[in-house]
């Protein structure tokens, strides 16, 4: 009789055991799940916009701007996933950053400075000045621009210098990171509602309203 009872004992604990067990592992393999998240599971292009303030340019300012190209790029280019957005602390404009006449700063030097923030792949690098930027074009070594990238490089500098209407600055930003990371060219149809269109030097942010379809469709990913 005792035997019997010390057996019954016994297998009871082992089912218990064997319970407990189970129930444990349900739990981790639920946890598994719970820890995995959109971006483990998904497979379209992402990057992580890094904006780089420059002179008198406020964090302030620059958080706006990149809150309002986030929402832009959520809304005209849907495959594409932004993971993270981080202002960096304000840089000044050094002087070697000019040009030689010493009346604004040349776009390209910027672009060359501020290559090496880039400390992951899909890093986009995006400066942002008050200050006048200058280039060659259109016949002129020292031509002043809305913006200049390196197409295909991720790196891009934009300045609010010529923009009447400074709540319409994002446009500009989002039209330079369509050079920079989506190999977009100008609007191939000259459309003076597409962000992408050549302003030619004479800005009209307000009538920019979206990608059009021929811009749209040639994003590069």
Not at 115 to 129: E, R
Not at 161 to 169: A, E, G, I, P, T
Request: with cysteine; glycine share 4%; charged share 25%.
């Amino acid at each position: 009789m005792i035997k019997q009872l010390f057996t019954i004992i016994v297998f009871t604990i082992l089912l218990g055991c064997l319970a407990w067990s189970c129930t444990n592992n349900a739990k981790r393999i639920k946890h598994v799940k719970l820890v995995s998240t959109a971006e483990d599971d998904c497979t379209c292009p992402h990057c992580r916009l890094l904006i780089q303030p420059y002179g008198d340019f406020s964090n302030e300012r620059a958080k706006v701007v990149a809150k309002e190209l986030e929402k832009s790029l959520a809304t005209y280019v849907k495959d594409l996933a932004v993971t993270e957005v981080l202002v960096l602390p304000a840089k000044p404009l050094t002087e070697d950053l000019m040009n030689d006449a010493k009346t604004r700063y040349r776009a390209s030097k910027i672009l060359d400075k501020q290559a090496n923030i880039k400390s992951q792949k899909d890093d986009v690098i995006i400066g942002l000045t008050d200050c006048d930027i200058s280039t060659n074009a259109h016949g002129y070594d020292d031509w002043g621009i809305l913006g200049l990238s390196y197409m295909g490089h991720s790196n891009c500098v934009i300045s609010t210098f010529r923009v009447k209407n400074k709540s319409q600055f994002w446009k500009v930003v989002l039209h330079e990171f369509g050079h920079s990371y989506l190999g977009l060219d100008h609007c191939p149809n000259n459309d003076p509602q597409c962000f992408m269109v050549d302003c030619n030097g004479k800005p009209d942010l307000a009538q920019e309203r979206y990608l059009c379809d021929s811009c749209s469709h040639s994003i590069r990913l």
